[in-house]
């Protein structure tokens, strides 16, 4: 294997449509003057760059066993050539599907889920801050205009989500999964509701209970470190929002998740569902090693499934979907631009972490941007409503919501 392994290589990087130089000990291939050269300190991580296991190659950059040289976005773009087919090689095989949902159950226990929420959101709320925008929004920006700067795209797209939810001055608004309390904060100083705000993440709950207290708000907002499982089941919101958050639910939880969320919504009300969808029908994550990679290194207990998948099963728990959005682009660019933010902050962000850390955030977001902009993984906005009569989880023929079943009011003007 050895002897034949340097031939191998050269024809690998031969069949790329980018230049790459590889360096190992004893051993170079690729052109000299390529903008990408990729240094492997152990020579065993040749053989997953010829099999396109670019996730595990992914990890031994984060452990320091591969230096990038060069332009990260022809890096990732390269590494995204050499993966070949993540979608079809992460599909689950139907003998399998049993043991994802086992395993899916046992990650998603409410202690596990507090533990792998808070790994990822409770590192360092100024490091996130680095790249997100001011109002620390984590989540698919929406660019109504081409010239939109990333915290005009973020404030478009807090603003697109209150005006397809509808929401009025006195109604009350439950935001799962409420981040650093963009949207929560948005919806009660803009459009006058009754906003209640969940996380999971005990950094989040405070940074954003200190900002209902700066702005004056407490009389209308509120902010809990609560699991949406620990919710009681009655239906006394008027709109809900799960944003960004529906990724850490888990697949066999789907049902679960979407029957409490039927229960909290008043007869009429609406729920809208943005998040991560699966680019495959029969995926729960990349392959060739991606999903691995995120699973290890940033999102622990992930897990994504197909937009027809989220449909069915709010469908099964009494919810009519409503209208359904696409925003794969707008995440491509967002993630651009949160990994040009990060990269020009990189010595301050090894401050706040470490250099593993930024390693593997800088592999992160310039990877997913390639992976949506390549379809492998998409995004949808779900829009759907408790019909105001249903028996056995059944819409009643007539049942009506406050939907207009028209876009007038999503596009009727500008953000405020």
């Known amino acids: 294997m050895q002897l034949i392994l340097p031939s191998l290589i050269e024809s690998r990087i031969g069949q790329l449509s980018r230049p790459l130089a590889l360096q190992w000990p004893g051993g170079r291939a690729g052109a000299a003057d390529a903008p990408v050269c990729l240094k492997v300190n152990d020579t065993q991580q040749l053989k997953w760059l010829v099999s396109g296991h670019i996730g595990t190659l992914a990890d031994a950059y984060v452990g320091g066993d591969l230096e990038i040289e060069g332009n990260l976005r022809e890096a990732v773009e390269i590494a995204a050539e050499l993966a070949g087919d993540p979608v079809g090689l992460g599909r689950v095989h139907p003998c399998a599907q049993l043991l994802q949902h086992l395993r899916s159950r046992w990650l998603h226990r409410p202690h596990r889920d507090a533990e792998q929420v808070r790994f990822h959101y409770d590192l360092s709320d100024e490091f996130f801050a680095l790249w997100l925008d001011p109002l620390r929004v984590y989540s698919c920006a929406y660019y109504e205009r081409n010239d939109m700067t990333l915290a005009q795209a973020q404030e478009a797209k807090l603003e697109h989500i209150c005006r397809k939810l509808q929401l009025e001055p006195g ?112 995926n729960h994550q990349l392959g060739a090693g991606l999903g691995d990679f995120i699973d290890k290194h940033i999102f622990p207990g992930g897990e994504l499934v197909h937009v027809s998948r989220v449909a069915r099963s709010l469908s099964a728990c009494g919810l009519e979907l409503l209208d359904a959005e696409n925003l794969r682009p707008h995440y491509a660019r967002t993630l651009w631009a949160w990994s040009s933010a990060l990269e020009n902050q990189l010595d301050r962000a090894r401050e706040l972490t470490s250099n593993a850390t930024v390693r593997a955030y800088r592999l992160y977001l310039a990877g997913c941007a390639v992976a949506f902009e390549r379809g492998w993984i998409s995004i949808h906005q779900l829009l759907a409503s408790r019909p105001t009569g249903v028996m056995n989880n059944t819409p009643l023929r007539g049942a009506q919501s406050d939907y207009p079943f028209n876009r007038r009011h999503i596009y009727a003007a500008e953000p405020s």
Do not use: C
């Open 171 to 282: 109604q009350l608004f439950l935001d799962i999964g409420a981040g650093w309390g963009g949207l929560l904060l948005w919806a009660a100083e803009h459009h006058g509701v009754h906003a209640m705000g969940i996380t999971l993440s005990r950094h989040q709950h405070a940074h954003v209970n200190r900002l209902i207290d700066e702005k004056g708000l407490r009389d209308r907002v509120t902010m809990r470190l609560l699991d949406y499982r620990d919710l009681p089941p009655v239906a006394r919101f008027d709109r809900i929002a799960s944003v960004g958050m529906f990724e850490h639910v888990g697949s066999a939880q789907l049902d679960g998740y979407f029957g409490r969320l039927q229960r909290l919504l008043k007869p009429g009300g609406l729920l809208l569902n943005h998040g991560i969808t699966a680019g495959g029908v029969d």
